[in-house]
Nanobody, 116 residues
């Protein structure tokens, strides 16, 4: 059974930092491209950052220079380091594991709220 379990979401003040984690099980983690998506109320889910099995990374323009995605295949975990957080970063953040267009899995999401 495939499981992706996110953690680390919480309430943080503008300008603060958070690190999200996503632990995977039931998959050969190192073969999967891993991504972080987010969905704010009333908006579509959007890609925030992704990292391939070969460690290539991509970021949404809105988070470039502030967020960093990384992975530890030995721990079957992908991370999202978020710095200089803004209120517009408030959303539910989801972890995704993708082997192909037809083989991908989602976590349950973790809430990030940026507010003073």
């Amino acid at each position: 059974q495939v499981q992706l379990v996110e953690s680390g979401g919480m309430l943080v003040q503008p300008g603060g930092s958070l690190r999200l984690s996503c632990a995977g099980s039931g998959i050969i983690f190192r073969l999967y491209a891993m991504g972080w998506y987010r969905q704010a109320p009333g908006k579509q889910r959007e890609l925030v950052a992704a990292i391939t099995s070969g460690l290539s990374t991509t970021y949404a323009d809105s988070v470039k220079g502030r967020f960093t995605i990384s992975r530890d295949n030995a721990k079957n975990t992908v991370y999202l380091q978020m710095n200089s957080l803004k209120p517009e970063d408030t959303a539910v953040y989801y972890c995704n594991a993708a082997l192909s267009d037809r083989v991908n899995y989602w976590g349950q999401g973790t809430q990030v709220t940026v507010s003073s």
